[in-house]
Nanobody, 117 residues
Framework: QVQLVESGGGLVQFGGSLRLSCAASGTTFSISRMGWYCQAPGKQRELVAYITSGGSTNYADSVKGRFTISRDNAKNTVYLQMNSLKPEDTAVYYC???????????WGQGTQVTVSS
């Protein structure tokens, strides 16, 4: 059973930084896309960034130049370096992976990021 364990969320001041991590376990299959989504209160979950198995990345316009996504394929882990954080970045951040062999997306439990002004 695939499990995603996230860490690194917390409370940070405006302009600060956080690094989120998400480790996937329970699968021997290759993971293609790994990404991060966020959901603020009263809003829909939306894409923050994703990275393919080949290293190609895509970012939401709101985080370009501030956030960096990376992955360690040997550890089945994806990271999100978040710099220059703003209060509007406050949300629950969810890790997501896609495993082609099972044709399924898997989600982490979410980690809270709160940015104070």
């Amino acid at each position: 059973q695939v499990q995603l364990v996230e860490s690194g969320g917390g409370l940070v001041q405006f302009g600060g930084s956080l690094r989120l991590s998400c480790a996937a376990s329970g699968t021997t299959f290759s993971i293609s896309r790994m990404g991060w989504y966020c959901q603020a209160p009263g809003k829909q979950r939306e894409l923050v960034a994703y990275i393919t198995s080949g290293g190609s990345t895509n970012y939401a316009d709101s985080v370009k130049g501030r956030f960096t996504i990376s992955r360690d394929n040997a550890k089945n882990t994806v990271y999100l370096q978040m710099n220059s954080l703003k209060p509007e970045d406050t949300a629950v951040y969810y890790c997501n992976i896609y495993v082609p062999a099972t044709s399924r997306n898997y989600w982490g439990q979410g980690t809270q990021v709160t940015v104070s002004s």
